[in-house]
């Protein structure tokens, strides 16, 4: 990912927060020399000096095949964008476009039965947990989860590098920025007030 040093984004623990918060990503690999995609709901580990995602797709899903001959995935993750209108600059300028978004790279494995059902436990815990009536590793039958867990193939990425961006409005002056989010604010798209949020947010 083309990242302009004025947005780039070191902070792991910055990025592991934002993964956390937009943990539905793009998991890319290649499969006869073409580019495959499968979006997932994807779950960050850091253990000790070791970095991975975990997640799951369908049996049927050809793209698992491609881990044997693959020494490197791509998993993208995204937050809110934007468009940014040049006529809220004091200044004349062109628009722009502001986002968020981090890429990981690693080498895939598949998950044992034992590590996937792991995962799955903590998956559920991670969406269920407050709900009045939630819906846990525990609480569903075995015979369910043995039919359901022949449908799915689990992994694991080890990352290799991470690639993060924040591309918001930072070479801007305050009163410019401070515009632009009254301006998105105002917005009719979610997506535009999201970002108005954001930028509130890394100001302070």
């Known amino acids: 990912m083309y990242i302009p040093k004025f947005y780039k984004v070191s902070d792991f623990d910055e990025i592991r927060e934002f993964i956390l918060q937009h943990s539905f990503g793009t998991l890319v690999t290649t499969r006869k020399g073409r580019p495959i995609a499968t ?40 937050g809110p964008h934007a468009y940014i209108s040049s006529s809220w600059y004091e ?37 269920e947990h407050h709900r009045e009536n939630p819906v846990l590793w525990d609480t569903l039958s075995p015979e369910l989860l043995e039919k359901e867990l022949k449908g799915i193939v689990g ?13 918001l409005s930072q070479n801007r002056k305050d009163e410019d920025y401070r515009n632009i989010m009254r301006k998105l604010s105002e917005e009719p798209d979610a997506a535009s007030r999201e970002m108005a949020q954001v930028m509130e947010k890394k100001r302070k």
Request: net charge negative.
């Open 39 to 78: 979006h997932l709901p994807l779950q960050l580990t850091k253990d000790g000096e070791h970095t991975y995602i975990t997640g799951h797709m369908a049996y049927g899903n050809p793209q698992w095949r491609t881990f044997e001959t693959s020494d490197e995935v791509l998993v993208m993750f995204q």
């Open 155 to 167: 992994f694991k990425i080890n990352i290799t590098e991470i690639q993060a961006a924040n591309k």
């Open 91 to 127: 200044q004349e300028n062109v628009p722009t476009w502001n986002y968020q978004a981090v890429h990981l790279y690693g080498s895939p494995t598949i998950l044992t039965d034992e590590e996937l059902k792991r995962d799955l436990t903590g998956l559920l815990q991670k969406y």
